[in-house]
């Protein structure tokens, strides 16, 4: 191994690695792409990203007065979650049942007062809506108006019961405002409450005598920064959660927020096993120059430069077939080929055991391995770390009487 030969296979792992940012960056904005067509498709044809409700209200009929928040509030909601694929994205989507009951009054003799409960304009579609005061049903139709429902409450000074219901559909959280207002985004996973657009102010609500009962299909469940925490440790079903929220007498602007879990999509992460194949072609590379060097088999740079290039086939072959197939299923397939590709040409440039125990077995481990710790989130880098570490404590042990002196020698010119 000369020095020029050394320094021919640096910029032959260079090269593909500027190969595999093109492919990491290519990935990536063909799946930013994707998400900002799919999610206003998905929007259209099943339901709003963050769907909110917002806590209903009472305020005069006519002229300007000050808004109240329902006496009491006993909520049960239902969501049904599933994961849907689209493209290299996965949608988290659900269906909501919202049964809502409140109690809420007017002053005997006063001037007359409506029930307004607010209503997303972005929810395409609502299933099952139905109005009723104190147990007798009311004409939607003529109490839905384009901000949401409203009835007028009794002006007798006793309190009534006002009950909502539907079924609707959303994805990615679900958020309730025992405050009321409206979720603004502050950021991809931190939401806050605006006010009501006839409010002046963002003072806390009175909320009183809250309950909210939330049932689940799944459990692994989230709840973001910022949002309310349910008042006792959710319980286990036998198909999900059961989550309480509980408000006795509180001022808050707190919002009520649940995450169910989303499937990851294939995207990112075909985008970051490309990203980060050059650290695990720089493993595979260097054990295999250990290994070369001990065992006194010479390599020419074209070599490293095929070896590298079946490599790159095992990413370039998975950003294409996620298209097509889910991503474990195109994962095993590109590394299938890969595998075979190195081995198979191995095997004819230093014998099938070099080309098994030594190629194939690091490639499995730098390849393979090294890109599949990209689905266990949370745990990559760990897992990189820890093979960096080990691959280290392996050559340095192999290696620690190698006489590099002796192996970069210039060699002297051949005699005529």
């Known amino acids: 191994m000369t020095a020029w030969r050394f320094f021919l296979i640096l910029v032959i792992l260079t090269g593909a690695s500027v190969a595999w940012l093109l492919l990491g960056t290519s990935v990536y904005v063909r799946t930013s792409q994707l998400e900002s067509r799919l999610g206003a498709q998905m929007d259209s044809l099943w339901g709003p990203a963050n769907l909110a409700q917002s806590a209903p209200y009472v305020e005069p009929v006519q002229g300007q007065g000050v808004r109240v928040e329902p006496t009491k509030s006993t ?7 599933e994961n849907r694929p689209k493209g290299l994205l996965w949608f988290s989507t659900y269906t909501v049942d919202f049964d809502g009951q409140y109690g809420v009054s007017a002053p005997a003799g006063g001037q007359p007062m409506r029930f307004v409960f607010p209503l997303s304009a972005d929810v395409p579609f609502m299933d099952n809506l139905t109005l009723a005061v104190d147990g007798e049903a009311r004409d939607v139709d003529s109490a839905q108006t384009a901000s949401g ?3 007028e409450v009794p ?16 994805r990615d959280q679900w958020t309730y405002l025992p405050a009321g207002g409206e979720v603004r985004a502050k950021s991809d996973n931190l939401y806050d409450r605006a006010p009501p657009p006839a409010s002046p102010d963002v003072r806390p609500a009175h909320v009183r005598n809250f309950l ?20 006792e440790k959710a319980e286990t079903t036998d198909d999900g959660l059961k989550a309480v929220w509980k408000i006795q007498d509180s001022r808050t602007r707190q919002a009520i927020t649940v995450v169910p879990p989303a499937r990851p999509d294939a995207g990112p992460i075909a985008a970051r096993m490309a990203f980060w194949a050059p650290v695990g072609l720089f493993f595979f590379s260097t054990v295999l120059f250990t290994i070369l060097l001990l065992k006194k088999v010479p390599l020419h740079p074209m070599h490293y ?12 072959l998975l950003a294409y077939l996620v298209d097509h197939v889910d991503i474990q299923v195109g994962f095993w397939i590109s590394a299938a080929v890969s595998v075979l590709l190195v081995v198979s040409y191995m095997r004819l440039v230093a014998g099938a055991r070099f080309a098994v125990l030594y190629a194939g077995l690091a490639q499995l481990v730098y390849l393979v391995g090294f890109s599949y710790a990209f689905f ?26 190698v006489d590099w002196n002796e192996v970069f020698k210039k060699k002297p010119p051949a005699q005529p």
């Open 212 to 231: 909210l009962n939330l049932t689940t299909n799944f459990r692994d469940i989230n709840y973001p920064e910022g949002s309310m925490s349910p008042s």
């Open 376 to 401: 266990f989130v949370g745990y990559t880098g760990l897992s990189i770390v820890i093979v960096a570490i080990l691959t280290l404590l392996v050559i340095m042990m192999a290696t620690g009487r």
């Open 155 to 170: 002006a007798d000074g006793k309190e009534h019961v006002v009950a909502v219901t539907y079924r609707t559909r959303g």
């Open 75 to 81: 909520i049960a909601v239902h969501l049904d979650h």
């Open 149 to 151: 429902l409203q009835t």
């Open 305 to 316: 430069l095929l070896v590298s290039a079946a490599f790159f086939a095992f990413h370039i």
